[in-house]
Structure formats: structure tokens, C-alpha cells
């Protein structure tokens, strides 16, 4: 669990993740950091050791602030009552398009997950394959709920096809977006839903 912060280490993580998500590691300055979080460099030092320090309180930040998005789509998903499994993850996936727009976390996050910084590659793996895992544990309990003739181990295949979906979008969000997004995003999830209709079909 980390440990409190003040509201100026809260207002330097806030400036700095939005720092991060269009810099990067590697092009990012502490001091520019510090004069858009209004305060010398030096008095940042006072919150965080260095760059390694902050950047990964601000990772371990979007990893909750991801994590409560997450939790939200599909405790909304929770009340849907389609059988079939076809509905199984999908708000996350309608709503990530919206979210990456809205949220510096989200951009943060999936440019670390996919470029991270090498002194940080370790603990940047660790966290984001913890947030997938959560993903996928979701993932398997929906599809349970709506699918429930689909034996576990079909599930958990559904469950690896979901992730790389996931993956896809996540990639399309980076490099493209747009159109290219909602075509990739359409395409996928037609080929999982066919799948899901014929193996509930025969389950």
C-alpha cells in the first residue's frame, strides 16, 4: 500500500503525469516538472528522490485510477442480462476510445506498459501484467454469469481471445486511433462474438 502523500507531492504527480504521457521517460525534466507544479526544483527533491521515485508513484497511480475505470465497466456490466456471453467485456472496450481521450493516466500508462523506461522495465512489467490479470479474472466472471454452459476451460480460452483483443485496441489507441480504432475494434469483436454464439449454441 503506499503511503500518504501531501497535497504537494498530489499536485506534483498530477502535473507530472501529464508530463509523462507526452514526454516520456526518457525527454522528461524534473525541473520543467516542478515550474508547471509551481516550485523550485529543489523543493521537488523534498517530495521525491529523483525521476525514478516520482515517475513511479505516478505509474503506480494510473495502475489505481485504471484499475477503478475497470472496476466501474463492469460492475455496470454486473445488471446486463443478454445471454450468450457476446456482452461479456464489452463496455470496457466500447468506453477505452472515450477514456484515453479523457484521461492522462490512461496515455501514461499504456506508453509505459508498451515503451517502458529500461531502469524501470522490472517494475513497469510487474504492475501492468497485475492490471491485466485483474482484467481477465473480470473477463472469466462475466462470461461465467452469462454464459454459463460454456465449460471453464472454453472460458479461459475466451478469456486469452478477450486479452488480445484488449492488446489490440490498446496498440490502435496509441499508434492510430480514429477510424482505424473503431474498425479494428469492429472486426474483432464480431469474429469473438460469432465464436460465442456457436459455442453456446452446442454448450
Same mark, same amino acid.
Given at each position: 500500500?503506499?503511503?500518504?502523500? +501531501? ?21 522528461? +525534466? ?19 528522490? /529523483? ?20 472496476? /466501474? ?9 443478454? #445471454? /450468450? ?26 506508453? &509505459?506498459?508498451?515503451? #517502458?523506461? &529500461? #531502469? ?5 512489467? &510487474? ?20 454464459? #454459463? ?45 460469432? +465464436?460465442?454464439?456457436?459455442? &453456446?449454441?452446442?454448450?
Amino acid at each position: 500500500m503506499m503511503k500518504k502523500r +501531501s497535497a504537494s507531492a498530489d499536485n506534483i504527480c498530477a502535473v507530472a503525469v501529464v508530463h509523462f504521457s507526452e514526454r516520456g521517460y526518457d525527454a522528461s +525534466s524534473l525541473s520543467d516538472i516542478a515550474e508547471q507544479a509551481g516550485m523550485r526544483k529543489a523543493s521537488l527533491y523534498s517530495h521525491f528522490a /529523483g525521476k525514478d521515485a516520482l515517475f513511479l508513484d505516478v505509474f503506480a497511480d494510473a495502475l489505481a485510477e485504471e484499475q477503478a475505470f475497470m472496476d /466501474g465497466c463492469f460492475a455496470d456490466e454486473a445488471v446486463l442480462t443478454t #445471454p /450468450g456471453g457476446q456482452q461479456a467485456g464489452a463496455l470496457y472496450c466500447d468506453r477505452m476510445a472515450q477514456r484515453y481521450a479523457e484521461s492522462a493516466h490512461l496515455r501514461f500508462l499504456l506508453r &509505459t506498459a508498451y515503451l #517502458p523506461p &529500461t #531502469p524501470l522495465r522490472v517494475e513497469v512489467g &510487474t504492475g501492468y501484467e497485475a492490471l491485466l490479470a485483474q482484467l481477465q479474472r473480470h473477463y472469466v466472471k462475466s462470461l461465467a454469469r452469462l454464459a #454459463p454452459a460454456l465449460p471453464p476451460q472454453r472460458i479461459e480460452l475466451y478469456a486469452q481471445a478477450y486479452l488480445g483483443i484488449v492488446d489490440s485496441l490498446h496498440v490502435e489507441l496509441i499508434y492510430a486511433g480514429g477510424a482505424a480504432l473503431q474498425q479494428r475494434h469492429a472486426a474483432l469483436w464480431q469474429i469473438l462474438s460469432d +465464436s460465442l454464439a456457436l459455442a &453456446t449454441q452446442h454448450a
